[in-house]
């Protein structure tokens, strides 16, 4: 049977859905991958095998609602190209980790920030790994950022990247069945 992998995302502008996308997408050749989000049910937590979970920095840390309102009311005004994702004004990853319960399941952390260096821009993804430690996830990689422009823009190189770093962490968590091999 295959493994399981759930990756669990917050998104404003759809940068970080992108992301999310490439990971699964990384994660693709190992595991039978769920991207169900903003929010997972406990069904579809309890029998992962894995769990990555991410979102947007926000004044240097995990998103607030207050933090997911300025953003809604950034791209409104009227000179803003950004769009927001349908999914934007429903909770967020602080939410859902507020009803979360324990899980003796691997996991993951992932954000996306400002390019430039992380003392400055802070990173959420720290947040989220104390919060998956906090509800009992065995975190098995250094959180991970990628990065977008000041404009609110992925920058190009960052889904690959995404689906790389991806692809390790599945070859690190199952590596016979990353090499192709079926025991
Ligand atoms: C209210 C608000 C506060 C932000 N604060 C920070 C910050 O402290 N550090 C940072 O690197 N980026 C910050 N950003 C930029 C976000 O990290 C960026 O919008 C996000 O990565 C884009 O992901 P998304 O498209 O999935 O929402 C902020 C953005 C908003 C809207």
Redesign the pocket.
């Known amino acids: 049977m295959m493994m399981r992998a759930v990756v669990v995302?917050?998104?404003?502008?759809?940068?970080?859905?992108?992301?999310a996308d490439a990971i699964g997408a990384g994660l693709g050749t190992v595991f039978d991958v769920t991207v169900p989000v903003p929010q997972a049910s406990p069904a579809d937590l309890a029998d992962a095998d894995l769990v990555v979970v991410g979102?947007?920095?926000?004044?240097?840390?995990m998103?607030r609602p207050a933090?997911?309102k300025?953003?809604v009311e950034?791209a409104a005004k009227p000179a803003s190209p950004l769009q927001v994702?349908p999914d934007?004004l429903g909770p967020g990853l602080r939410d859902w980790f507020g009803s979360l319960g324990h899980y003796p399941v691997k996991a993951a952390a992932f954000?996306?920030?400002?390019h430039?260096p992380a003392a400055?821009?802070?990173?959420?993804s720290r947040a989220v790994a104390r919060l998956l430690r906090a509800h009992g996830f065995d975190v098995v990689a250094e959180p991970e950022s990628f990065l977008?422009t000041r404009q609110?823009r992925?920058e190009p190189q960052e889904t690959a990247r995404a689906r790389e770093w991806a692809a390790r962490l599945a070859a690190a968590i199952a590596p016979s069945q990353a090499q192709g091999t079926r025991s």
Request: proline residues 3%; neutral net charge.
């Open positions: 995302y917050e998104s404003m502008y759809g940068n970080t859905h992108r992301v979102g947007p920095t926000h004044a240097h840390g998103s933090t997911r300025a953003a950034a994702e934007a954000d996306t920030r400002i430039g400055l821009t802070g990173r959420a977008v609110d992925l």
